[in-house]
T-cell receptor, first 114, second 119 residues
Framework: DQQVKQNSPSLSVQEGRISILNCDYTNSMFDYFLWYKKYPAEGPTFLISISSIKDKNEDGRFTVFLNKSAKHLSLHIVPSQPGDSAVYFC?????????????FGKGTKLTVNP | GAVVSQHPSRVICKSGTSVKIECRSLDFQATTMFWYRQFPKKSLMLMATSNEGSKATYEQGVEKDKFLINHASLTLSTLTVTSAHPEDSSFYICSALPDITRFYYNEQFFGPGTRLTVL
């Protein structure tokens, strides 16, 4: 049973446009959500996170939106750049703090075309 | 940001041999580290949670005698793949949870990964 789902395995956008990556979760105990970016043959790097007490968190070109009632979050990248091309993983945790293990989605491969 | 290193980055070994992978947090202490495995076009699969000074906690289906974990210090965890076979070939990634922020932010910092190929 996959608790974190990224239903789009891939997404292709034009440079300068908005990239929207989606993530759904099933476990209502999840309270903290993170996005990681991963290049081939490298470990994931942390991008942005959001706690369930918020519905939006912004950091530069990256914004994460959380709709807790729909158990849905999305990552918006504006404007998209070719260097953003990577696999993006959504991850969830039961709490913002502590040493709880993260549950990852399968990832969405983003390609930004020049 | 916090830096996590892994060594080696790539290893090729013969079937039946054992391989040790090191995971180090370079500029912070981490009581808790995690070991993941990633298959091609698949998500990160958590194998085990490594805690300094205590036994690792393995996820269901992961053989603890096959994948030995030792968290020797607050900056070092090792994963040893014992009697490796071709099906163990994979990309192994570790992550570390900084002690200084762990109770506030559950943000893991990942190593660059180790590509294991068993012939």
């Amino acid at each position: 049973d996959q608790q974190v789902k990224q239903n789009s395995p891939s997404l292709s956008v034009q440079e300068g446009r908005i990239s929207i990556l989606n993530c759904d979760y099933t476990n209502s105990m999840f309270d903290y959500f993170l996005w990681y970016k991963k290049y081939p043959a490298e470990g994931p790097t942390f991008l942005i996170s959001i706690s369930s007490i918020k519905d939006k968190n912004e950091d530069g070109r990256f914004t994460v939106f959380l709709n807790k009632s729909a158990k849905h979050l999305s990552l918006h990248i504006v404007p998209s750049q070719p260097g953003d091309s990577a696999v993006y993983f959504c991850a969830s945790s039961p709490s913002q703090g502590g040493s709880e293990k993260l549950v990852f989605g399968k990832g969405t491969k983003l390609t930004v075309n020049p | 940001g916090a830096v996590v290193s892994q060594h080696p980055s790539r290893v090729i070994c013969k079937s039946g041999t054992s391989v040790k992978i090191e995971c180090r947090s370079l500029d912070f202490q981490a009581t808790t580290m995690f070991w993941y495995r990633q298959f091609p076009k698949k998500s990160l699969m958590l194998m085990a949670t490594s805690n300094e000074g205590s036994k690792a906690t393995y996820e269901q289906g992961v053989e603890k005698d096959k994948f030995l974990i030792n968290h020797a210090s607050l900056t070092l965890s090792t994963l040893t793949v014992t009697s490796a076979h071709p099906e163990d070939s994979s990309f192994y990634i570790c992550s570390a949870l900084p002690d200084i922020t762990r109770f506030y932010y559950n943000e893991q910092f990942f190593g660059p990964g180790t590509r294991l190929t068993v012939l």
